[in-house]
């Protein structure tokens, strides 16, 4: 019988699953009995503002990479296409929306919920695309709900005051409105204290990203696809910050003391760039393994780090930590936390996700595999695919050139 070379899992998956399920369950409960109002936020949006003002935030996107990863999103799609969302566009947003037409969503198996809790507000930033503004300004008119955003500069190079100092402005702006939807005025006090918490969970999930430095990593970007659920929506809360001090965190470190490697055997390590394919984590997982690679880093969970973040400036540190993003950068600064990043994870290739319909998170479409690769001497290979869309995703040519790539690699030793 062939060896099953799948990656272990992480026993820490279970307590994660129990503080997401915690954290459903209240945004559940809320949406029933009207007792917390409710903010719909975009993954990079002003989360700790909202929950400063006593809102329970709930993030559409971490719903559409659920409708990916259980593989319900191709089969939802179709019906947003009809009410005249493009098949070319975001395909976390046709999916969604297609998911709350269709009435049919992953959350009902999950946690037992008939779907998203409705929202009392709409917040988003175009930091990452203008996608999520549409996105939301559909649920905005479906609810007859309040749509707010933040407008972000985008292609920057170095970040210079006045781009922090205008984000921070129009951060600063939604207070009013949102404190008259919340029925209460800020505390100040109680922004420092998301601020502060939401720093702690984003240095503590970047101490668990950077244990991927190590040899052997003890983790795989598929893993941390998985355990980014807490950083991305419970940041700004003690459940996460206590998920990633007292589970994640040590049993990575145990993992590195006793060289526990994430992939048995790993021989080669690698980088992703681009969204996953949500609904090939699994496959993914077991097709490097099975090659002995470890696909180890990835920009995509590196995106929730948040070093800016400084509850003594909260409007500044949120301003500059939501606009230094990579994915709001110019080509040249992509490149050099690219370069960077290669060097620090010790890095021997780097994997190109072109994803169909999100062109904002595919940095391969203008050159740059081969300006790094002339740079840094570190081959790459393009895949295409898309994040939730199965069909754009061609699994045999995928494998075929990975393997081709990674043979490549061993004959380059
Ligand atoms: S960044 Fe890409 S995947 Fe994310 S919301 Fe925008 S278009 Fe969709």
């Known amino acids: 019988m062939a060896e099953d070379k799948t990656p272990p899992r992480l026993k820490s998956a279970a307590e994660m699953g129990r503080i997401m399920a915690?954290?459903?369950?209240?945004?559940?409960?809320?949406?029933?009995?009207?007792?917390?109002?409710i903010a719909w936020c975009t993954s990079v949006g002003p989360a700790e503002l909202l929950q400063a003002l006593g809102f329970l935030v709930y993030y559409p996107e971490n719903h559409g990479a659920m409708l990916g990863a259980t593989r319900m999103a191709t089969d939802m799609i179709p019906a947003a296409n009809?009410?005249?969302?493009?098949?070319?566009?975001c395909s976390y947003l046709t999916a969604d929306i297609g998911s709350y037409l269709n009435k049919k969503t992953p959350l009902t198996k999950a946690f037992g919920m008939a779907g998203p809790p409705k929202p009392d507000v709409l917040v988003f930033n175009t930091n990452q695309c203008r996608d999520v503004q549409d996105w939301f300004a559909w649920y905005a008119r479906e609810f007859d709900a309040p749509l707010l955003g933040v407008y972000t500069h985008r292609n920057i190079g170095d970040i210079e005051p006045h781009q922090v100092g205008d984000i921070a402005r129009q951060i600063e702006n939604l207070v009013e409105p949102l404190e008259e939807i919340a029925g209460r005025k800020l505390d100040m006090a109680d922004l420092r204290r998301a601020v502060g918490l939401s720093r702690q969970c984003s240095d503590l999930w970047k101490a668990v990203l950077d244990t991927a430095a190590h040899k052997?990593?003890?983790?795989?970007?598929?893993?941390?696809?998985?355990?980014?659920?807490?950083?991305?929506c419970l940041r700004g809360t003690e459940a996460a910050v206590d998920y990633y001090q007292k589970a994640l965190l040590p049993e990575l470190e145990e993992r590195m003391a006793n060289d526990v490697a994430a992939v048995p055997g790993e021989r080669f390590r690698l980088y992703w760039d681009g969204m996953p394919i949500w609904g090939r984590l699994r496959d993914h997982s077991k097709m490097f393994a099975d090659l002995r690679t470890n696909v180890l880093s990835s920009t995509y969970c590196n995106s929730w780090i948040f070093t800016a973040l400084d509850p003594d400036d909260p409007f500044g540190g949120m301003a500059k930590a939501y606009t230094e993003l990579f994915i709001v950068r110019s080509d040249a600064a992509k490149e050099a936390y690219i370069q960077r990043m290669l060097d620090f994870f010790k890095v021997d290739g780097v994997i190109y996700h072109d994803a169909k319909t999100c062109p904002n998170n595919s940095n391969c479409r203008y050159g740059m595999p081969q300006r790094l690769e002339t740079a840094t001497g570190i081959p790459s290979l393009t895949i295409?695919?898309?994040l939730n869309d199965l069909?754009?995703?061609?699994?045999?040519?995928?494998?075929?050139?990975?393997?081709?790539?990674?043979?490549?690699?061993?004959e380059g030793r």
């Open 82 to 89: 009809a009410i005249g969302y493009s098949p070319d566009i």
């Open 22 to 37: 915690e954290y459903f369950k209240e945004l559940d409960a809320a949406a029933k009995d009207g007792s917390r109002k």
């Open 384 to 386: 295409n695919g898309d």
């Open 391 to 410: 069909r754009l995703v061609s699994d045999e040519q995928n494998k075929t050139n990975v393997e081709a790539f990674v043979e490549q690699l061993e």
């Open 216 to 232: 052997p990593s003890p983790i795989t970007f598929f893993d941390g696809t998985i355990h980014m659920g807490p950083a991305v």
